[in-house]
T-cell receptor, first 111, second 111 residues
Framework: KQEVTQIPAALSVPEGENLVLNCSFT??????LQWFRQDPGKGLTSLLLIQSSQREQTSGRLNASLDKSSGRSTLYIAASQPGDSATYLC??????????FGAGTILRVKS | DVKVTQSSRYLVKRTGEKVFLECVQD?????MFWYRQDPGLGLRLIYF???????EKGDIPEGYSVSREKKERFSLILESASTNQTSMYLCASKTGGETQYFGPGTRLLVL
């Protein structure tokens, strides 16, 4: 059974810092790996989707990588801003369009 | 713009009541999902549907049922609400290889 783990559980950084969020998964048979953002009390917003055949995806200040052989993905945020404060969730897609989520990393960017 | 709406943002119900949570998407997506989100446990899949009148159990279907009579609408039913069903409920939809689009969530409190 697929398990997704995110480290760290919480992170607090000063504005302007570059940071990395980590995600690991136990079963490499995933179709894709996705990163979402969730603001308090709200739904999830998709940030990046990496297909299993890809190694990375970029969107603005965000870069996500995928290494299926080691069961790891990272989300890199450049030049962090207070508006980046949120919970970041990674999820692996299994057969049948099922997403298996990690518990998330709570990020706080201090101004 | 993609839109997934949920019938209520907040709901308070009593133990034993029958509860209906409604989700509507306007993107003609085939696949729809119901998750619950609890602190420390992340998102867990309750049920999903890949077509009208079709449903599949997720990881935690016990105590829940679903209905999909029309493509755009996916309902989650708590037949007899219990206090351990107090949670944040999130609906999502997708098509093909795209990401899942989430609704804003319904925070349910069962007293």
């Amino acid at each position: 059974k697929q398990e997704v783990t995110q480290i760290p559980a919480a992170l607090s950084v000063p504005e302007g810092e570059n940071l990395v969020l980590n995600c690991s998964f136990t079963d490499s048979a995933i179709y894709n790996l996705q990163w979402f953002r969730q603001d308090p009390g709200k739904g999830l917003t998709s940030l990046l989707l990496i297909q299993s055949s890809q190694r990375e995806q970029t969107s603005g200040r965000l870069n996500a990588s995928l290494d299926k052989s080691s069961g790891r993905s990272t989300l890199y945020i450049a030049a962090s801003q207070p508006g980046d404060s949120a919970t970041y969730l990674c999820a692996g897609m299994e057969y049948g369009n099922k997403l298996v989520f990690g518990a998330g990393t709570i990020l706080r960017v201090k101004s | 713009d993609v839109k997934v709406t949920q019938s209520s943002r907040y709901l308070v119900k009593r133990t034993g009541e029958k509860v209906f949570l409604e989700c509507v998407q306007d993107m003609d997506h085939e696949n729809m999902f119901w998750y619950r989100q609890d602190p420390g446990l992340g998102l867990r899949l309750i049920y999903f549907s890949y077509d009208v009148k079709m449903k599949e159990k997720g990881d935690i279907p016990e105590g829940y049922s679903v209905s999909r009579e029309k493509k755009e609408r996916f309902s989650l039913i708590l037949e007899s609400a219990s206090t351990n069903q107090t949670s944040m409920y999130l609906c999502a939809s997708k098509t093909g290889g795209e990401t899942q689009y989430f609704g804003p969530g319904t925070r349910l409190l069962v007293l």
